[in-house]
C-alpha cells in the first residue's frame, strides 16, 4: 500500500516557540491531506484539510492562526504549531487519500509534541 | 454530517473469548466505515473497511465486520481473542466522495484477560 511518512516523530519544545511538523506522501500525490490531533486516551479529532495549492479549511474551534499549514507540493503539507503552550501537547497525525479514491485514505504514523 | 457511536469505551474479554466491538453511523450520503487498531504511543493501522461491496467485511488478524444498514450498525467481531488483541479500536465514517476525511468515534479499549 501507499505509505504517509511524518517528522519528526517525537519532539519536546519549549513554551513560546514554533515547531514544524511535516507530513509526505511517499509515493503518491496528494492533493488533499487532512491533520489530525490525539489527546490522551482519546480519539482522533480532524483539526483541518490541508489542500495542495490554497489555504487550509480549519474545523471549527481550531485557530488558524495558531496551527499553520502550508501544502505547497502534491507530495508535502507542514503543520507549524506557533507560540506553543504546555496544553498543545498531544500526538498529531496527518492521512492522504488517494486522489478519487475516498476509500483509499493512508496515516502517517504521528508526532508527538511535548511542550515544557 | 456524519458520525460514529462506539457504544462501550471498555470492553473486556477473556482469552479465547468472542470479541464484540460496537460502532453506529450516522451518515446523510452512503457511507465508507472502518476500523482502526492502534497500540500505545504508535500510529493506526487498518483493520478492516466497507466500502459498498459486500456487507460482511473480513480483515486482518481474524476481525470481521457486517454492514447493516437497517441497523445503522458495523460492529466488529473476533471469533478468539488473542492477548496481542488488547488495544484501542477505532471506528471511522466518511462519505464515498473523494477527498473527504474520516470522522472517529471516540475509541473503545480492549482488554484481555489470561
Known amino acids: 500500500g501507499a505509505v504517509v511518512s511524518q517528522h519528526p516523530s517525537r519532539v519536546i519544545c519549549k513554551s513560546g516557540t514554533s515547531v514544524k511538523i511535516e507530513c509526505r506522501s511517499l509515493?503518491?500525490?496528494?492533493?488533499?491531506m487532512f491533520w489530525y490531533r490525539q489527546f490522551p486516551k482519546q480519539s482522533l479529532m480532524l483539526m483541518a484539510t490541508?489542500?495542495?495549492?490554497?489555504?487550509?479549511?480549519?474545523e471549527q474551534g481550531v485557530e488558524k492562526d495558531k496551527f499553520l499549514i502550508n501544502h505547497a507540493s502534491l507530495t508535502l503539507s507542514t503543520l507549524t504549531v506557533t507560540s506553543a503552550h504546555p496544553e498543545d501537547s498531544s500526538f498529531y497525525i496527518c492521512?492522504?487519500?488517494?486522489?478519487?479514491?475516498?476509500?483509499?485514505?493512508?496515516f502517517g504514523p504521528g508526532t508527538r509534541l511535548t511542550v515544557t | 454530517a456524519q458520525s460514529v457511536t462506539q457504544l462501550g469505551s471498555h470492553v473486556s474479554v477473556s482469552e479465547g473469548a468472542l470479541v464484540l466491538l460496537r460502532c453506529n453511523y450516522s451518515s446523510s450520503v452512503p457511507p465508507y466505515l472502518f476500523w482502526y487498531v492502534q497500540y500505545p504511543n504508535q500510529g493506526l493501522q487498518l483493520l478492516l473497511k466497507y466500502t459498498s461491496a459486500a456487507t460482511l467485511v473480513k480483515g486482518i488478524n481474524g476481525f470481521e465486520a457486517e454492514f447493516k444498514k437497517s441497523e445503522t450498525s458495523f460492529h466488529l467481531t473476533k471469533p478468539s481473542a488473542h492477548m496481542s488483541d488488547a488495544a484501542e479500536y477505532f471506528c471511522?465514517?466518511?462519505?464515498?466522495?473523494?477527498?473527504?476525511?474520516?470522522?472517529f468515534g471516540k475509541g473503545t479499549t480492549l482488554s484481555v484477560s489470561s
Open positions: 490541508s489542500n495542495e495549492g490554497s489555504k487550509a479549511t480549519y
Open positions: 509515493d503518491f500525490q496528494a492533493t488533499t
Open positions: 471511522a465514517v466518511s462519505s464515498n466522495q473523494a477527498g473527504t476525511a474520516l470522522i
Open positions: 492521512s492522504a487519500p488517494i486522489s478519487g479514491r475516498a476509500h483509499e485514505q493512508y
